[in-house]
């Protein structure tokens, strides 16, 4: 079946170094591409996502990028801070028949040390 | 705007006992709507998901079933909780599959 993995299962960084977390993807048929940031306790909110016609997207110090061919995406965060400390999730689904199947990687615990 | 409501937030069963979660959207109409379940320190795992009024589709056989008896209410239950049932159950809307899916502030289950 789809299957979504993700690296790395925890990640440690200085405040205001670069953070990247990787995913793959086995369906070739996924379009949809979501991450989600979930701090301890809480829900998981998405913070950008990503369709497949497009290659890269940014928004302020968070960026995505997605390799159809290789069948992989990247979580790209620049200058770090603590309040970025959370567990970040990436999703893919075909985004077909009218809704949207995610299927979640296990998710990167990120801490940002002051 | 748009909401969603789950409650309880928490939930402390015995095994065997029945289950019932429910999550309410508001301000949209013939929303996609999910359960998915957590497991502590997991990803998340799609349970059910509803195109409309009494339409839902299983993607996990399990000991729980889903109903949705209104176009933005959506339904968890079960007749009788395993330990395994134990667990973050969250519920999540989206417009239309071009839209982003939004997550509830979800339930903790403990079964004891």
């Known amino acids: 079946g789809e299957n979504v993995e993700q690296h790395p299962s925890t990640l440690s960084v200085q405040e205001g170094d670069s953070a990247v977390i990787k995913c793959t993807y086995s369906?070739?048929?996924?379009?949809?591409f979501p991450w989600y940031k979930q701090e301890l306790g809480k829900r998981p909110q998405l913070i950008i996502d990503i369709r497949s016609n497009v290659g890269e997207k940014k928004d302020q110090r968070i960026a995505v990028t997605l390799n159809k061919t290789a069948k992989h995406f990247s979580l790209h965060i620049t200058e770090t801070q603590p309040e970025d400390s959370a567990v970040y999730f990436c999703a893919a689904s075909r985004g077909t028949g009218g809704y949207n199947k995610l299927i979640f990687g296990a998710g990167t615990r990120l801490a940002v040390h002051p | 705007s748009q909401t969603i409501h789950q409650w309880p937030a928490t939930l402390v069963q015995p095994v065997g006992s029945p289950l019932s979660l429910e999550c309410t959207v508001e301000g949209t109409s013939n929303p996609n709507l999910y359960w998915y379940r957590q497991a502590a320190g997991r990803g998340l795992q799609l349970l059910f998901y509803?195109?409309?009024?009494?339409?839902i589709s299983s993607e996990v056989p399990q000991n729980l079933s889903a109903s949705r008896p209104q176009d933005r209410q959506f339904i968890l239950s079960s007749k009788k909780l395993l330990l395994s049932d134990s667990g973050f159950y969250l519920c999540a809307w989206e417009s239309h599959s071009n839209q982003p899916q939004h997550f509830g502030d979800g339930t903790r289950l403990s079964i004891l």
């Open positions: 369906d070739s048929a996924s379009n949809y």
């Open positions: 509803s195109v409309g009024i009494g339409q």
